[in-house]
């Protein structure tokens, strides 16, 4: 099964990605979402409620 991926740079989405559920790379920080979760390039990650924002004041 596949699942999409928000790669993370510290903190901000670089990139989202579709990889199998077993992905795990070395050299990047991924956050598995879901469908119902809006998730693109540029947003920040908040890992208190697991949501990506698009600023600093609800990250």
């Known amino acids: 099964m596949v699942s ?8 901000v989405v670089e990139n989202i990605i579709v990889a ?3 992905y795990s790379p070395d050299d990047f920080e991924v956050v598995k ?4 979760t809006f998730c693109q390039p540029g ?6 409620d697991g949501l990506f ?5 609800s990250s």
């Open 4 to 11: 999409k991926y928000a790669v993370l740079k510290e903190g």
């Open 20 to 22: 199998d559920d077993n």
């Open 33 to 36: 979402y879901s469908d119902e």
């Open 43 to 48: 947003m920040l990650y908040n890992k208190d």
């Open 53 to 57: 924002y698009d600023d600093k004041k």
